[in-house]
């Protein structure tokens, strides 16, 4: 996030940016790794990501990021429906190993997977700053 805009930022959504930027480099890591360990096809990884991609903006939009008046700052909150996208997507995270093994075993299993969670947490993060940015805006503050 721009170094000027912070001040308008809670800071859990910037430590929760961090975060993500964190785990998505690790992950990226681990992911290329995996991907040339298993030699799995490029177009299963670009799927893999596409997949996951989608579900991390879905998954993201379950915290309403909105304007705090009387502190002049984004905030984010989960709310109730946010809560039930939010335990599905566990659910998910949870069984998604063995969701993919129906079409893929061993090392491209693991690749698979590792391309799909990548594809979710650059959805989030792209969806988080997004959203950020709009409501900076929609308050004047960019």
């Not at 001040?7 to 995996?34: C, D, F, Q, W």
């Not at 969701?99 to 594809?119: D, N, V, Y």
Request: charged share 20%; net charge positive.
């Amino acid at each position: 996030m721009n170094k000027k805009l912070e001040p308008h930022i809670n800071s859990r959504l910037i430590r929760r940016l961090k975060m993500l930027g964190t785990i998505l480099l690790i992950m990226a890591a681990v992911a290329v790794y995996e991907i040339f360990l298993s030699q799995i096809r490029l177009y299963w990884v670009l799927l893999a990501l596409l997949i996951g991609l989608l579900v991390g903006y879905i998954v993201d939009r379950s915290f309403a990021i909105e304007w705090h008046a009387e502190r002049e700052e984004v905030v984010g909150r989960l709310d109730l429906i946010g809560g039930i996208i939010l335990a599905l997507y566990i659910i998910l995270s949870m069984a998604r190993h063995w969701i993919f093994s129906h079409w893929f075993a061993g090392a491209k299993l693991t690749a698979f997977t590792f391309s799909f969670a990548e594809g979710v947490m650059l959805g989030r993060l792209f969806s988080l700053r997004f959203n950020i940015k709009k409501v900076l805006s929609d308050n004047g503050k960019i």
